[in-house]
């Protein structure tokens, strides 16, 4: 059995302007994203993490190594955990999304199993990314780690929190969650926090 605690990165200027950013999208925390990882330790003290997998995007990256450094654990760049391209909506503001891609936009924010193959246009499925990312943890989960940190993004954490039929879920910066991995098969435990 293999725990992951999985938790989205802090917040960067493109999240504070709202504007989407995907995996075509490589920006920096903030002053607040930075203070919001280092939160992340407090939280993640007591969970007995052995190592920290992350998305190669540095919002992400540079979450997991200001988390990782007082838990003294390894950071590990795994490019699977990548956030969903999201093609031509990539640098869009949320409101011209809603205004030009409104049905994909909600479906990404609430990714059912009925909405798999919705994407904007040049970018990645639901279905893909949520492929993706479940195979990466496949691979994870086989390296031998009992307790593994995920640093991944909002549409990732909202699509794993889809596959596991949560409606809407509404992610956070720095949000986390623990999900199992056991016989094969993934289950949420709940919100950590």
Same mark, same amino acid.
């Given at each position: 059995?293999? %725990?992951?605690?999985?938790? =989205? ?9 709202? =504007? ?7 920006? %920096? ?29 540095? =919002? ?23 956030? +969903? ?19 994909? @936009? ?20 639901? @279905? ?9 943890? =496949? ?14 993004? @909002? ?20 949000? +986390? ?17």
């Amino acid at each position: 059995m293999v %725990d992951f605690y999985i938790f =989205r990165h802090g917040e960067t200027d493109i999240n504070k302007q709202k =504007r989407w950013q995907g995996s075509g999208t490589d920006v %920096d925390l903030n002053e607040t994203g930075r203070a919001q990882a280092a939160c992340l330790f407090d939280k993640l003290k007591d969970k007995k993490l052995e190592i920290i997998y992350s998305s190669p995007l540095i =919002r992400a990256y540079h979450t997991a190594q200001i988390a990782a450094k007082p838990l003294g654990i390894e950071v590990v760049k795994f490019p699977d955990l990548r956030e +969903c391209h999201y093609g031509v909506a990539e640098g869009m503001t949320f409101d011209d999304v809603n205004r030009l891609y409104k049905e994909v @936009g909600e479906a990404v924010f609430n990714p059912g199993q009925d909405k798999l193959d919705v994407r904007f246009p040049q970018g990645e499925s639901i @279905g893909e990314v949520r492929e993706r990312v479940l195979t990466a943890m =496949r691979t994870i989960a086989g390296e031998g780690y009992r307790c593994v940190g995920l640093a991944v993004h @909002g549409g990732t954490m909202s699509n794993l929190l889809g596959y596991f039929g949560v409606e809407k879920p509404k992610v956070p910066n720095c949000g +986390c969650i623990h999900a199992v991995y056991d016989n094969g098969e993934f289950r949420l435990t709940g919100n950590v926090f």
